[in-house]
């Protein structure tokens, strides 16, 4: 079958780093992105990954590590415009995605 | 990049209509696309997978006879929800992807609320 999971929710600090993790295990494997999403709004594309190791965008970064089915995304300097729901998804065969329950995070002041 | 549009953003209708929702791929040739909807406070579930130029793929439990699901061309898919009623009150969104290892880039979304 196919599983992926994130937790529910996460609060942060304006400013901070917070790193929100991704584990997965799907049938197949062609890459793990990453998508942000406003409440009321369509996701937007952050980051993925095909191959092991850590993939940086300015204050994005994304890992991975296929072999322990696990990804995070790493929020640096945080800004209360961050607070939104960050959704992992696998493309585990040809255009087939399989996106994950969301992390919701909310950043105080 | 890859634009995804999606319109109208929002519909109002009364329970019994049809309502019918337009995905188009601006820049690119989109082969599959996909039709999600989304809940209040949940995530994404996909509901169909739509596929130029023959029938489309929907998952369990969603009726292909009530999501009714065109893609006659290589940028448009439409979803047709036919007799509305206000538990099909939702946030529908598509989404595409261009060849190659390219994300899925999704449209703006359409808010339906029935009556």
């Known amino acids: 079958g196919q599983n992926i999971d994130q937790p529910t929710e996460m609060t942060a600090t304006e400013g901070a780093i917070v790193q929100i993790n991704c584990t997965y295990q799907?049938?197949?494997?062609?890459?793990l992105f990453w998508y942000q999403q406003h409440a009321g709004e369509a996701p937007t594309f952050l980051s993925y990954?095909?191959?092991?190791g850590l993939e940086e965008k300015g204050r994005f970064s994304s890992f991975l590590s296929r072999s322990k089915g696990y990804s995070y995304l790493l929020l640096k300097e945080l800004q209360m415009k961050d607070s939104a729901s960050y959704l992992c998804?696998?493309?585990?065969?040809?255009?087939?995605?399989?996106f994950g329950p969301g992390t919701r995070l909310s950043v105080l002041p | 990049g890859a634009v995804v549009s999606q319109h109208p953003s929002w519909v109002i209708c009364k329970s019994g209509t049809s309502v019918k929702i337009e995905c188009r791929s601006l820049?690119?040739?989109?082969?599959?696309m996909f039709w999600y909807r989304q809940f209040p406070k949940q995530s994404l579930m996909l509901m169909a997978t739509?596929?130029?130029?023959?029938?489309?793929?929907?998952e369990q439990g969603v009726e292909k006879d009530k999501f009714l699901i065109n893609h006659a061309s290589l940028t448009l898919s439409t979803l047709t929800v036919t007799s509305a009623h206000p538990e099909d009150s939702s946030f529908y969104i598509c989404s595409a992807r261009p060849l190659g290892n390219s994300p899925l880039h999704f449209g703006n979304g359409t808010r339906l609320t029935v009556t």
């Open positions: 820049d690119f040739q989109a082969t599959t």
């Open positions: 998804a696998v493309n585990n065969y040809g255009q087939n995605f399989v």
């Open positions: 990954n095909v191959l092991d």
């Open positions: 799907t049938s197949g494997f062609n890459g």
């Open positions: 739509s596929n130029e130029g023959s029938k489309a793929t929907y």
